[in-house]
């Protein structure tokens, strides 16, 4: 069976018959605002403030006020219904030219990286010069939605004709249905939270608590380490008093760790591993980056930092148990790393975004497994493993945190950067692999490469 | 806006109230906005030298109303005391009492302007005592004044005359409302070099320009003054301030670099920004600094490094860099930001005043380095300059503060902006080495 086939195989694998000649599309920057813990120093900020803020930072950065950028594509997960045109909004309040078009996209956690991924293509085919990828989410300024019974009665009675009619109407309401329906992360067919999906992947894979903690450790000091050194001076334009990622603990231990109580998967017992210091908390944030063409960036004297080789996106059957909610990326990468005829043993970094400890070390676990590469993978054997030394090394979102659709253009836009500074140092093309799960079983993973 | 103080003195009631008590009487002062004319009314030019002569006849090129000799009652913009050819103390006495007799018809926001010979490249002690009267007379004429008149002068080193391009480069931003704060101040014009604008509104055209601590305050209003005046701004700020200086960015069309500039590396790294964007680098603003007051014997570690690292450490390993860079080559301009504190000292500020005194040291010293490749750095010291951070001064000894100077106001960061503005450009490429206070002739120091 072939890689890509999750299901039925498909004769010739997944490369296509014949690849038209593109041009290339690079990563100028990018620019984000520290992300806060929900109910923090943006619990009054909307998701239109904050992608505001985080476009003016990149806009200022590279001096963009008035630019007309070929295309904007940004979104958020929790999203308002106001907020339709959320990216339109938001670009209009910005520095750039009024006539800048955007699109807004939904894709779960990976709508950042989804976003990068369409405006590169855009690029690479000629169709834009320019574009702004971005993603912001605000679980403090979460929509409220009011019950499916005052909903009904409410449409009713922009329906009604006559009074009699609308007070027979509001006789309909009863007092439960004046209480609002709070935000859910719920996976709707399952009734089960992101959390105790993970817990149930956690423990098929036998994933310890201590090698949980442990990355949540290294995701802390790593970050901490990178703010020391000035790694996000460029990368990042403070917003409402927060200079740095609210959620980032540079004193925590493993200790600290370990005294935390379980959250998710309880009904495990003491198999219990995942708490809240190795899951991700609910964060607000936003984050941008600059693509462009290499003529519209030479053009401006604008560096290129790094340069978008190729993505993919997958889903699993998580309904039926088949896999695991987050493990999509593991499919994702073996199929997109057979396209461009690569092996783990080529990249120089990895970005695999946390949504849990537990999510990166059952993925690690699943492509180290000699039988999940045979009978899933389609492969010979094991996929391969990954040099934990090149792993998420200026930390991720169990210590920076992780506003849904902010994370993929936090992750790019390090990337980018690192990929950028190890070139730089060793005279050597550097590659990285950049993985998002998502909500929905879905998964988006994409390869950059230095410039 | 000025002061509320001084609104209200310079309305109806107000203004019979003060002057029925003896009060302040400070006047809102004229301060240049795009397109008003240089000078509002007739400028004399007095003196029978041919410098005066020269002077008389640039000035009619620019399109003013120039006079040799004052019309009795004709209210008059400027009057321009050409001094250049003092021999003896005796010769003051024509010239000066020739303005005295015209004093009475100067314009509110008016201007005196002399123009004569330091004293110490004098060839006689007769020549040397009439040179320093011209300070004394100057400084002391300028505390007469009223109504946001100012007083200055601009002296002529040794081969300049009164028709070197930065002597007219000087006469203009003097006669200017650019130079609304500036008082009882002489400026030296050492050198031949320097050009008048092409373009009078935008003499910065074409330059690069960096500002640091461009965040807010006085920085973010430099900033500003040189967009307007037509230069590509990249701002500098630490991480921190981030937020803020983006809004300024974006408002003047620059470029953000956030970037601690006590960084080993943070010449190099505004050289590489400056040279990837703009292949160039014209002016660097030193405008960063902080204060940490505290009287000496409760001085710490902490609050004496922090102000020296900042105020002048900082400038020094900058400077250092801008001047082994092929980038900055090209008739360069450093303009540092002094203070009062500097020269006259201010209680609980021995630190502040340290590093203040350090950036006119550096100033003076720099000069040669900058000479050699046709460049030029100086100085400017503000007085009292209403900010955000003269704000948060107690509303007592803040009211006594602002009146002690000959304009009895605060200064506007705009003021500070408008002098950098000047020192920056290509008409003041003959002065370099020197410090400008922007004070309205404080009383203390001068």
Not at chain 1, 185 to 199: D, I, K, N, V
Not at chain 1, 314 to 335: C, E, I, N, Q, T
Not at chain 2, 15 to 38: E, I
Not at chain 2, 381 to 387: L, Q, V, Y
Request: hydrophobic fraction near 45%.
């Amino acid at each position: 069976m072939p890689i890509d086939g999750q299901s039925t195989p498909t004769p010739g694998g997944s490369v296509p018959a014949t690849v038209p000649e593109t041009r290339r599309a690079v990563i100028v920057g990018a620019n984000r605002i520290p992300f806060a813990r929900a109910g923090g120093a943006y619990a009054k900020s909307s998701n239109q403030d904050m992608l505001t803020a985080a476009l003016d930072g990149l806009i200022a950065r590279f001096g963009l006020q008035e630019e007309r950028i070929g295309q904007v594509a940004a979104g958020a997960v929790l999203k308002h219904s106001r907020d339709f045109n959320l990216t339109r909004e938001a670009v209009l309040g910005s520095a750039l030219s009024a006539e800048t078009p955007v699109y807004d996209l939904q894709q779960a956690c990976a709508t950042g990286l989804e976003t990068v991924v369409g405006l590169a293509n855009k690029i690479k085919l000629g169709q834009i010069d320019s574009g702004i990828a971005g993603g912001v989410d605000s679980a403090s300024d979460a929509p409220v939605v009011v019950s499916e019974g005052l909903r009904e009665v409410i449409l009713d009675l922009h329906r009604a004709k006559s009074l009699p009619q609308r007070l027979q109407i509001l006789g309909r309401l009863r007092p439960k249905d004046l209480a609002p329906l709070a935000p859910g992360t719920a996976e709707p067919r399952t009734g089960l939270s992101m959390g105790e999906h993970q817990a149930l992947t956690t423990a098929q894979w036998k994933i310890s608590r201590e090698a949980q903690d442990e990355l949540a450790l290294n995701s802390h000091h790593n970050l901490a380490a990178a703010y020391e050194s000035g790694f996000f001076d460029d990368l990042m334009t403070p917003y409402r008093g927060l200079t740095r990622d609210a959620n980032l603990r540079a004193d925590t231990s493993l200790e600290k760790l370990a005294a935390l109580k379980p959250v998710f998967g309880r009904n495990l017992g003491a198999d219990a591993t995942m708490t809240a210091g190795n899951s991700t908390p609910l964060t607000d944030g936003a984050s941008t980056v600059l693509l462009a063409s290499d003529d519209w960036a030479d053009a401006r004297d604008l560096p290129k930092l790094a340069s978008v080789i190729d993505a993919e996106a997958a889903a699993v059957d998580f309904v039926h148990g088949k896999d695991g909610l987050l493990m999509a990326p593991v499919f994702a990468v073996p199929r997109l790393l057979a396209r461009q005829n690569l092996t783990l043993a080529d990249f120089d970094y990895f970005e695999i975004h946390e949504a849990f400890a537990a999510t990166v070390l059952s993925s690690l676990a699943a492509w180290e497994d000699d039988e999940f590469g045979r009978t899933r993978l389609g492969l010979d054997g094991a996929f391969g493993i990954i040099d934990r030394s090149r792993l998420n090394v200026n930390g991720s979102s169990l210590a920076a945190g992780h506003p849904f659709a902010a994370t993929g253009g936090r992750i790019v836009g390090t990337l980018a950067k690192m990929l950028h500074a190890k070139a730089a140092s060793t005279g050597r093309p550097a590659r990285g692999l950049v993985s998002v799960c998502a909500a929905g079983g879905q998964g988006v993973v994409a390869i950059l490469e230095s410039l | 806006m000025a002061d509320t103080y001084t609104q209200l003195v310079n309305s109806g009631l107000g203004r019979n109230l003060a002057k029925k008590l003896n009060l302040p009487q400070p006047a809102v002062l004229r301060r240049y906005k795009p397109g008003q004319p240089l000078v509002i009314g007739p400028v004399v030019v007095l003196g029978d030298t041919p410098g005066a002569d020269k002077l008389a006849a640039e000035l009619l090129s620019w399109d003013l109303d120039v006079r040799r000799h004052a019309v009795p009652a004709e209210k008059l913009g400027a009057i321009i005391l050409v001094l250049d050819g003092l021999q003896h103390p005796s010769d003051l006495e024509k010239p000066v009492l020739a303005a005295a007799g015209s004093l009475r018809d100067l314009r509110s926001g008016g201007r005196i302007i002399t123009l004569s010979h330091p004293s110490a490249e004098a060839s006689s002690p007769e020549t040397a005592a009439a040179r320093q009267g011209v300070d004394g007379f100057l400084r002391s004429l300028a505390k007469e004044l009223r109504s946001g008149a100012t007083g200055n002068g601009v002296l002529l080193a040794d081969g300049t005359t009164t028709t070197s391009p930065s002597a007219l480069g000087a006469v203009r931003f003097l006669l200017s409302g650019r130079s609304a704060f500036v008082d009882g101040q002489f400026l030296t014009v050492s050198t031949e070099d320097g050009a008048l604008p092409a373009e009078p509104e935008r003499p910065l055209a074409g330059k690069v320009a960096v500002v640091t601590g461009a965040a807010r305050g006085i920085g973010a209003q430099i900033a500003r003054t040189l967009h307007r005046d037509g230069a590509t701004l990249i701002l500098v700020d630490i991480p921190a301030a981030g937020d803020q200086l983006a809004t300024v960015a974006n408002e003047v069309r620059g470029t953000a670099l956030q970037l601690d500039i006590t960084g080993a590396d943070a010449g190099q790294r505004i050289i590489d920004h400056a040279a990837q964007r703009h292949g160039r680098l014209d002016i660097v603003v030193h405008n960063a600094g902080i204060t940490r007051d505290k009287l000496l014997a409760n001085m710490d570690h902490t609050r004496w490094n922090a102000v020296i690292n900042i105020n002048i450490a900082a400038q020094l390993r900058i400077n250092e860099a801008l001047l082994a860079s092929e980038h900055f080559r090209t008739s360069p301009r450093i303009v540092s930001v002094a203070s009062t504190s500097g020269i006259a000292g201010n209680r609980g500020q021995t630190n502040y005043a340290a590093s203040k005194g350090g950036v006119m040291g550096m100033v003076r010293a720099t000069a040669p380095l900058l000479a050699s490749r046709g460049g030029t750095i100086n100085a400017v010291a503000p007085g009292f300059i209403e900010t955000e951070m003269t704000a948060r001064i107690p509303f007592a000894v803040r009211e006594v503060a602002r009146r002690l100077n000959s304009l009895q106001q605060g200064g506007r960061p705009s003021d500070v902006a408008e002098t950098i503005a000047f020192l920056a450009s290509d008409a003041a490429g003959g002065i370099n080495g020197e410090v400008l206070r922007v004070c309205g002739q404080n009383l203390v120091g001068a």
